[in-house]
């Protein structure tokens, strides 16, 4: 069983929104950060953001701040992340990845030694 899958992913143009979703499964979101993260063709894997299932706190790297949003369902073990105002550099394979953390976000905490990860799914904004 894959503990997380992500979905949502595919082709939008400049300026447009996606939702991204993933699943856990296996371990209980209120005791992990999800951290979202991507990989374009070529560039190494860098955090997006990220956010404590435990009280929904959340931490976004800037060149995604006032554009991207995550958010977390308890009840559906699932966590989202929601890109509006996308730009041709958005374009990636965007992975989500859990670490076990308690409390309120903590960076950069929240973006190293991750327990799982998902396969990803990719993003392509073009004009």
């Known amino acids: 069983q894959v503990p997380l899958v992500e979905s949502g992913g595919g082709l939008v143009q400049i300026g447009g929104s996606l939702r991204l979703s993933c699943v856990v499964s296996g371990f209980s979101l209120d005791l992990y950060h999800i951290g979202w993260f991507r990989q374009a063709p070529g560039k190494e894997r860098e955090g997006v953001g990220c956010i404590s299932g435990g009280d929904g706190s959340a931490d976004y790297v800037d060149s995604v701040k006032g554009r991207f949003t995550i958010s977390s369902d308890a009840a559906k073990n699932t966590a989202y992340l929601q890109m509006n105002s996308l730009k041709p550099e958005d374009t990636a394979t965007y992975y989500c990845?859990?670490?076990?953390?308690?409390?309120?976000?903590?960076?950069?905490?929240?973006?190293?030694?991750?327990?799982?990860w998902g396969k990803g799914t990719p993003v392509t904004v073009s004009s």
């Open positions: 990845a859990g670490v076990r953390l308690h409390g309120p976000v903590r960076r950069p905490d929240c973006y190293f030694n991750m327990d799982y």
